[in-house]
């Protein structure tokens, strides 16, 4: 779905406070923050204020706004009571690049190896593994009692010389109230807490004397890559990342505004990307400096085989579920919740038809929806998945999803794929434009369904989709860092 006027205008208002406070915190040395906030990651994942449904209601804004504010409060104060630093380990084997990276994200062990990035022996990298809850084999933390009340009362002062000067020149608009709202609750919750710690100790391991050339992260939208380039920025080293998931249309509101990088937000140097389309989609977010080597991720290798195999039988023997696949986030669970109920509402037309879900095994999922699974699984008016996605998409007619990767899989594997759309929801579509692989939840219905067994991806259509992949390209890898950003093998 293309962007509404209300997302462009928030984006606008976001890029307009991140500078300003950035500004403002200059003499702090806390301008880096608002570049990390929920408001210059822009995520749909973290708040429903980005979604089109927003506050449409006054008093439930009004109500919204309240709340946010109370339970940030709260957790603020709890957090400033008992928050210890993080834990992290360090692997120094005296290589040219230090790679931070969330434990998340990691194979948890003792080298810290991840999907995201193939390692090649003769092509080392230093590690910093940290996590924001897990004990490890080191913690860190610089901000004590004072230093906290310190730095909250700065950035306190600066949010409310920001809200001054828009009501005096009358561009407090809700736009504008909205994104504030939502820098309020990440800065009240003093969430900030883990961004400081983790700035100052990478800078200060990289100012000591390490003598790194590059600084890398393997996600390039999180805020803890954007720490990275600031102190890579700061320090005058490479800053290097990776693309991590599909970049489309929708989604270039992640990426920087055109006027944040005037104001000097820092930026990758080299960023890899899948293809040729995505760099030219970016390029228009970064600043001309910005390099865009293509790559394809270690995390999609399998997928080069998946489009050589046979498209399944048209006779579809054995298979007799529909098969709802979620993704990571609490609206995607969301769409499927509706979509599904929308099934059982209307009755089961077709008999031997079953519902089968498959929500993803770390989805946010929100209280209502996890009640609805719970209360639909108990029924038996579906059935959740305990088998592995192989299983699962070997005995399905037809692949039906919001936002995951999972219905291109399918499609790969010549499965029926259809995603459903929501206008509540800031929702881009991973298949190819159009309603033969797209439906809006109001028109979602046991014959839409139907007639989507017969909707077999062609091989253009599987094309296009590894094209979008990468798949032609050299894997994202330690050697292919090496190599693009012009570093030698090893120090000597």
């Known amino acids: 779905m293309a962007l509404t006027v209300r997302a462009k205008k928030l984006i606008d208002r976001a890029a307009e406070l991140n500078t300003s406070l950035a500004e403002k915190l200059k003499s702090s040395g806390l301008s880096f923050l608002p570049w990390v906030s929920p408001i210059g990651s822009r995520s749909p994942e973290e708040t429903e204020a980005?979604?089109?449904?927003?506050?449409?209601?006054?008093?439930?804004?009004?109500?919204?706004?309240?709340?946010?504010i109370a339970r940030s409060l709260a957790k603020g104060t709890w957090y400033f009571l008992t928050y210890?630093?993080?834990g992290y380990i360090y692997i120094n084997e005296a290589n040219d690049i230090l790679l931070v990276i969330p434990d998340e994200i990691t194979d948890h062990s003792p080298g810290g190896k991840t999907s995201y990035l193939s390692e090649d022996e003769r092509f080392g990298i230093d590690k910093i593994v940290f996590s924001r809850s897990k004990r490890m084999d080191r913690g860190f933390t610089s901000l004590s009692y004072f230093k906290k009340i310190k730095i909250f009362t700065a950035i306190a002062s600066a949010i409310t010389k920001d809200v001054l000067e828009k009501i005096r020149k009358r561009k407090a608009d809700v736009y504008y109230t909205d994104v504030l709202i939502i820098f309020l609750e990440w800065f009240l919750s003093q969430?900030?807490?883990?961004?400081?710690?983790?700035?100052l100790f990478v800078k200060g391991l990289v100012s000591s004397g390490a003598p790194y050339k590059a600084l890398a992260a393997v996600h390039e939208m999180h805020f803890y890559s954007k720490l990275i380039w600031q102190v890579a920025k700061e320090e005058s080293l490479l800053a290097v990342t990776g693309q991590h998931a599909m970049v489309i249309p929708e989604k270039l509101w992640y990426f920087p505004h055109r006027r944040e990088i005037d104001a000097g937000v820092a930026v990758p140097d080299v960023f890899f990307v899948y293809s040729e389309t995505t760099k030219e989609m970016l390029k228009k977010n970064y600043p001309d400096s910005t390099e865009f080597p293509l790559c394809y991720s270690p995390r999609f290798k399998q997928w080069k085989d998946i489009a050589k195999i046979?498209?399944?039988?048209?006779?579809m023997k054995g298979r007799e579920y529909v098969l709802f696949v979620g993704g990571l986030t609490p609206y995607d669970t969301a769409i499927l919740v509706e979509a599904i109920d929308n099934l059982l509402k209307i009755g089961q037309e077709t008999a031997n038809i079953k519902i089968k879900m498959r929500p993803h095994p770390h989805a946010r999922v929100r209280m209502r929806d996890k009640?609805?699974?719970?209360?639909?699984?108990?029924?038996?008016?579906?059935?959740?998945?305990?088998?592995?996605?192989?299983?699962?998409?070997?005995?399905?007619?037809?692949?039906?999803?919001?936002?995951?990767?999972?219905?291109?899989?399918?499609?790969?594997?010549?499965l029926p794929v259809l995603s459903v759309q929501?206008?509540?929801?800031?929702?881009?579509?991973?298949?190819?434009?159009?309603?033969?692989?797209?439906v809006q939840i109001?028109?979602?219905?046991?014959?839409?369904l139907t007639r989507q067994i017969d909707a077999i991806p062609?091989?253009?259509?599987?094309?296009?989709?590894?094209?979008?992949?990468?798949?032609?390209?050299?894997?994202?890898?330690?050697?292919?860092?090496?190599?693009?950003?012009?570093?030698?093998?090893?120090r000597s």
């Open 422 to 438: 929501s206008d509540k929801y800031m929702h881009p579509s991973v298949l190819p434009e159009g309603e033969k692989w797209n």
């Open 84 to 86: 210890k630093g993080f």
């Open 191 to 199: 969430s900030w807490y883990l961004h400081i710690d983790l700035y």
């Open 371 to 414: 009640i609805w699974i719970s209360k639909a699984s108990r029924l038996r008016s579906i059935e959740l998945s305990n088998g592995s996605l192989a299983d699962d998409l070997e005995k399905s007619l037809v692949v039906v999803g919001a936002y995951t990767m999972v219905l291109r899989q399918a499609a790969l594997l010549g």
């Open 50 to 68: 980005w979604h089109p449904s927003y506050g449409k209601n006054f008093l439930s804004r009004i109500g919204k706004y309240i709340f946010c």
């Open 442 to 448: 109001g028109d979602f219905c046991w014959d839409r």
């Open 458 to 490: 062609d091989e253009a259509m599987k094309e296009n989709l590894m094209k979008d992949l990468g798949a032609g390209n050299a894997e994202f890898s330690t050697k292919l860092i090496y190599e693009k950003c012009d570093i030698r093998e090893k």
């Open 310 to 315: 046979p498209q399944p039988p048209k006779d």
